[in-house]
């Protein structure tokens, strides 16, 4: 069955310093694999996406993820991060089941930032 | 601006009641979706519909109903019988097809119990 951890439950980083948040899938095929944030109070933004083609995919706010197929891994990165980007980040794999859209997502990963 | 409209923000419910959140999309999406969220547990699928009149349960429907009698609604009853339903509810809609499409979200509704 396909699904997606995320090992980290929480991860604090300070202000300026690099992130990279973990994710891991399990899928049969050749997966479509998603990054969404979510600030408190709030609905899920897309961060980006990976489909086919290049394995890193640049995203918005500076984000980027790096698709490897040995590992089943798609994690997140940033060079540098910002106090707005505090939140909640959630990876997920995309499936079709029965003519069916589905996501599956992991249960996230709450980032602090200290200043 | 084209997106998801959630309502209400924060909705409260009485034991024995029954409520209907309100999911509207004017991005001229097929599918739609309902997501329950609870801390630590990232978003579990409800139901999805993929066109009008036409509804699937996803992996925890029971205690709840949707209707698609509209592509740009897809309104979620919490009925009584989910005797646990104090969560946060989103949701979503995508263009439809393969599994590499992207969903949208609104900004989600807070169920509580009184």
């Known amino acids: 069955a396909q699904s997606v951890t995320q090992p980290d439950i929480h991860i604090t980083v300070s202000e300026g310093a690099s992130l990279e948040l973990r994710c891991n899938y399990s899928y049969g095929a050749t997966p479509y694999l998603f990054w969404y944030v979510q600030s408190p109070g709030q609905g899920l933004q897309l961060l980006l996406k990976?489909?086919?083609?290049?394995?890193l995919v640049q995203g918005i706010k500076g984000f980027e993820a790096e698709f490897k197929r040995s590992q089943s891994s798609f994690n997140l990165r940033k060079p540098s991060v910002h106090w707005s980007d505090a939140a909640e980040y959630f990876c997920a794999v995309g499936s079709v089941s029965g003519g069916y859209n589905k996501l599956i997502f992991g249960a996230g990963t709450r980032l602090a930032v200290h200043p | 601006d084209g997106g998801i409209t959630q309502s209400p923000k924060y909705l409260f419910r009485k034991e024995g009641q029954n409520v209907t959140l309100s999911c509207e999309q004017n991005l001229n999406h097929d599918a739609m979706y309902w997501y329950r969220q609870d801390p630590g547990q990232g978003l579990r699928l409800i139901y999805y519909s993929q066109i009008v009149n036409d509804f699937q349960k996803g992996d925890i429907a029971e205690g709840y109903s949707v209707s698609r009698e509209k592509k740009e609604s897809f309104p979620l009853t919490v009925t009584s019988a989910q005797k646990n339903p104090t969560a946060f509810y989103l949701c979503?809609?995508?263009?439809?097809?393969?599994?590499?499409?992207?969903?949208?979200f609104g900004d989600g509704t807070r169920l509580s119990i009184l």
């Open positions: 979503a809609s995508s263009i439809g097809g393969g599994g590499g499409q992207p969903q949208h």
């Open positions: 990976y489909f086919s083609g290049d394995t």
